[in-house]
């Protein structure tokens, strides 16, 4: 079991910066992955950054690549997600996801799911 527990979320106005934060806890390896990922009403949930649990690797989404940065703090067990330059279409329930599997680019295979935290950005 995995439980990770997300922070963070808010109302901001464009072009404004706001950190999420996913604490886990539970039985975990350095190859495994946590990811963060999105869904907007309407819209199909989308995956914005992973990162490996010993945070030696990492990938991000060309939808965020320069505004969007995952990183790790290990003696935190917490994962972060740093988003900056906001935009309303940014707008939408962000989750934090921890994966068993070491594929990076994926969305459907994720074992476990923080309860999400809504991001709204006002233009």
């Known amino acids: 079991q995995v439980q990770l527990v997300e922070s963070g979320g808010g109302l901001v106005q464009a072009g404004d910066s706001l950190r999420l934060s996913c604490a886990a806890s539970?039985?975990?390896?350095?190859?495994?992955?946590v990811g963060w990922l999105r869904q907007a009403p309407g819209k199909e949930r989308e995956l914005l950054a992973a990162?490996?649990?010993?945070?030696?690797?990492?990938f991000i989404s060309d939808s965020v690549k320069g505004r969007f940065t995952i990183s790790k703090d290990n003696a935190k067990n917490t994962v972060y997600l740093e988003m900056n330059s906001l935009k309303p279409e940014d707008t939408a329930v962000y989750y934090c996801?921890?994966?068993?599997?070491?594929?990076?680019?994926?969305?459907?295979?994720?074992?476990?799911w923080g309860q999400g935290t809504q991001v709204t950005v006002s233009a």
């Open positions: 539970g039985r975990t390896f350095n190859s495994n992955v």
């Open positions: 990162i490996t649990w010993s945070g030696g690797r990492r």
């Open positions: 996801a921890f994966k068993f599997g070491r594929t990076m680019t994926t969305h459907h295979d994720y074992d476990y």
